[in-house]
């Protein structure tokens, strides 16, 4: 078995002697794309910090991507995933504004920059440039040895559909939501005349794209329940459809690819989709994932499967949330991934591996072992887990039943109060860019005090035995690592409201001066991927995070 990344995460039992008959096996991976999307390796990441090396950074993503390939997390063959019209402003802005979205104000253009500019879906030319431009490329990728699938890529860009123009308006189902909701109903014109689109919608009380969609992997400042987001589903599955047909005008066997998201995550009301479209299905929500959200995303899998989806892809952003902090809500998600995986479900694509290897252990574990074997389940790779440690099983079971009951304690207006109440600038608390912003809330010194209490019980149980209690110390310093993150964060909020005052930024730059020296301890343990945590801290939090240095 392979725990987490590093030598100490392996578990090879020994042997006295090995015998093997005759064996003829042959098998495929129920699921063509099993995929971790990866932080804070790339080295276009503007500031390069948290290591304090280069060569254990290098080492620790090594060690990642090894632990990755032992549980054959890949693809099956490639196919191009992201948003797919980043540049498309730039190149046909002027040119060819028939292809953007067109706002409330009147002007196709972009709410806030170009690379997050949305499309005008229904404008026949954006389909055929789409086939296009896909037609030249797959003409050079499709002779490679590995060819890629023939996927044509119609992923929107980062964020919400946002076309008013009336051929778009006559694709939507008849949802009554359109009414009522501000940017649709044209109350919001006038706003946007007076003033660009992000101040047009924090005008009238909602923070950008309030109005607009009720994606919570960012808590937004206005609760869903005062939101009225109408879905543009529809439209969207009627513009798949569209591009496949031009797409196949020259390649019979093309596919259209692409999203549900943002406000076109529930299914259409009226649209049917072409089997052969293949689904991205990206859920609404990080943190809390409880059994509302699993219950939502249901609902909405099986709407797009009875509109014609075939085949689909799950890519949840589910494993952003947690930082460095100890979090486990697999259980619920293992649940969902065996649901969808007996429903249409051809691949995985998480977003993203944090590589909180310790703290996240038994999360990641059971999220990279299940993209295996779907239905498999969480009470199996706990058992895998809680089995590796021996003498010390039942203990560290307790341990990993106490963060699991921690992190599904959280409702979800629980967690959006203390999330408010950490705003970093535009960010609310406990994003993705800012988790560790919310530290001193969402956990007391009797959580910490807690699983240090068990894990030594669970050392005094294996003391005879110095692989599981390494094994045991993995888990404590992440336990650690965030213990002291959250002491860093508690120092610095009466720092950041009294700066002036000296004792404050001295009790606050102590604080910070402990957590890097212990994160530099432990760095070569692969206790975390503190390139991407540190990155964040430091760009958001403004703590003063070094440059990882090349070795002498």
């Not at 589910?318 to 486990?328: R, S, T």
Request: proline share 5%; aromatic share 14%; glycine share 6%.
């Amino acid at each position: 078995k392979w725990l987490w990344p590093g030598e100490l995460g392996e578990v090879i039992p020994r042997c006295e002697s090995l015998s093997v008959g005759e064996i003829d096996r042959g098998s495929r991976e129920l699921l063509s794309t099993r995929y971790w999307y990866l932080l804070g390796e790339d080295p276009s990441y503007k500031e390069i910090v948290g290591f304090t090396k280069m060569s254990t950074r290098r080492k620790f993503f090594a060690a990642q991507k090894l632990f990755l390939i032992r549980h054959r997390i890949c693809k099956r063959r490639s196919f191009l995933a992201e948003h797919s019209f980043r540049e498309y402003w730039n190149k046909y802005g002027k040119t060819h504004p028939e292809y953007f979205n067109l706002l409330p104000n009147g002007r196709r253009e972009p709410l806030r920059k170009g690379a997050e500019v949305t499309m005008c879906v229904s404008e026949p030319g954006l389909w055929r440039r789409i086939a296009e431009e896909w037609n030249a490329w797959y003409e050079k990728a499709r002779t490679q040895r590995n060819p890629p699938l023939p996927w044509v890529n119609c992923c929107e860009n980062d964020s919400c559909g946002l076309c008013t123009c009336e051929r778009c308006r006559a694709w939507d189902g008849p949802d009554p939501r359109f009414g009522q909701n501000g940017y649709w109903s044209g109350k919001l014109a006038e706003a946007f005349r007076r003033s660009d689109g992000t101040q047009a919608l924090k005008e009238v009380g909602h923070a950008e794209f309030g109005t607009l969609s009720d994606t919570r992997w960012c808590v937004a400042r206005v609760h869903p329940k005062d939101k009225i987001t109408a879905s543009l589903s529809d439209r969207y599955a009627r513009y798949y459809n569209a591009v496949q047909a031009e797409a196949r005008k020259t390649h019979p066997e093309a596919r259209a690819f692409g999203y549900t998201y943002c406000n076109y995550q529930e299914p259409p009301l009226e649209a049917k989709l072409d089997p052969d479209v293949v689904l991205f299905v990206v859920p609404r929500s990080m943190f809390p994932y409880d059994r509302e959200e699993s219950e939502f995303f249901r609902r909405n899998w099986m709407g797009w499967r009875k509109a014609g989806g075939r085949d689909m892809i799950l890519r949840p952003n589910y494993m952003l949330a947690g930082g460095n902090y100890p979090m486990d809500f697999a259980r619920l998600a293992l649940d969902d991934f065996a649901f969808a995986a007996t429903n249409g479900m051809i691949g995985c694509m998480i977003d993203s591996l944090l590589g909180s290897c310790s703290a996240h252990a038994m999360a990641e574990y059971a999220l990279t072992r299940t993209m295996r074997e779907p239905t498999r389940g969480y009470a199996r790779a706990r058992e895998d887990m809680c089995s590796s440690f021996g003498k010390a099983a039942a203990a560290v079971g307790r341990y990993f039943d106490a963060v699991e009951r921690h992190s599904m304690k959280w409702t979800y207006d629980q967690y959006r109060e203390i999330s408010l109440a950490n705003a970093m600038g535009s960010w609310t608390g406990g994003s993705f860019a800012v988790p560790a912003t919310i530290l001193g809330e969402f956990f007391t010194d009797e959580d910490f005090a807690g699983y240090h209490a068990i894990l030594d019980e669970a050392v005094r149980a294996a003391q005879d035995d110095a692989t599981t209690v390494a094994r045991i110390e993995f888990l404590r310093k992440g336990v650690r690592d965030a213990e002291l993150t959250r002491k860093c964060r508690m120092a610095q909020k009466p720092y950041l409201a009294d700066e002036e005052n000296a004792a404050k930024k001295a009790a606050f730059l102590a604080a910070y001066d402990e957590m890097a020296r212990y994160r530099a301890s432990v760095e070569d343990d692969f206790v975390c991927n503190y390139a991407h945590n540190s990155y964040w801290e430091k760009k958001f939090l403004k703590w003063p995070h070094e440059l990882t240095k090349e070795d002498e």
